[in-house]
């Protein structure tokens, strides 16, 4: 059974960071690319960054290029998301997702639980 | 990236069907296959019901379907049940090498 789980998240302030992290089980996962989707209180989803089965080709949406920073450790089944200079329209839930294949292009197949991320003074 | 177009809101009787339509640019629907529904009722994470604009994942009943012309795709519920009273999204690849969301549809269920 394919499982993906968050950290836990949390409270930051505005320009603060914090570091996200997705431990996957269940399939091979170096074989497979991963994205971070994340859905503000009420709102709808957004596609945040993605990350290529072997670690590239990396891409983000243009709300956080220059502040997040996607990477993996396939030796361990871990995804990160490292989030800086944090806003308040930051404040969502992020879902750690794969595709179904080695590369972005495939179709976001399995999501995690979510972690909540709040930033706020 | 701008996100596509839905409407924020369908609603149908049971047994009925309806469909959603999501509108995108030349940039993502116009230039791939490379279009995903998602549902997701309230409280719950998103499933995907619908990948490349008409595969059903195994176990998504055969009355979801998707189809797409030119910058629009449209997921299609017929046989309407209460169950299926959720928000639905549509979603893209670009040109980009990124995912853009619609805004999501809000299906209510009479």
């Known amino acids: 059974e394919v499982q993906l789980l968050e950290s836990a998240g949390g409270l930051v302030q505005p320009g603060g960071s914090l570091r996200l992290s997705c431990a996957a089980s269940g399939f091979s996962f170096h074989l497979y690319a991963m994205s971070w989707v994340r859905q503000a209180p009420g709102k709808g989803l957004e596609w945040v960054s993605g990350i290529g089965a072997t670690g590239g080709p990396k891409s983000y949406a243009d709300s956080v290029k220059g502040r997040f920073t996607i990477s993996r450790d396939n030796s361990d089944n871990t995804m990160f998301l490292q989030m800086s200079s944090l806003r308040a329209e930051d404040t969502a839930v992020y879902y750690c997702v794969r595709s179904a294949g080695l590369l972005l292009v495939f179709p976001l197949d399995y999501w995690g639980q979510g972690a909540p991320v709040t930033v706020s003074s | 990236q701008s996100a596509l177009t839905q409407p924020p809101s369908v609603s149908g009787s049971p047994g009925q069907s309806v469909t959603i339509a999501c509108t995108g640019t030349?940039?993502?629907?116009?230039?791939?296959?490379?279009v995903s529904w998602y549902q997701q009722p309230p409280g719950t994470v998103p499933k995907l019901i619908i990948s490349?604009?008409?595969h059903r994942p195994s176990g998504v009943p055969d009355r979801f379907s998707g189809s797409k012309s030119g910058y629009t795709a449209s997921l299609t519920i017929s046989g309407l049940q209460a169950e299926d009273e959720a928000d639905y999204y549509c979603?893209?690849?670009?040109?980009?090498?990124?995912?853009?969301f619609g805004g999501g549809t809000k299906l209510t269920v009479l």
């Open positions: 490349e604009v008409n």
């Open positions: 030349s940039t993502d629907v116009g230039s791939y296959d490379r």
């Open positions: 979603s893209s690849y670009t040109t980009s090498s990124s995912w853009v």
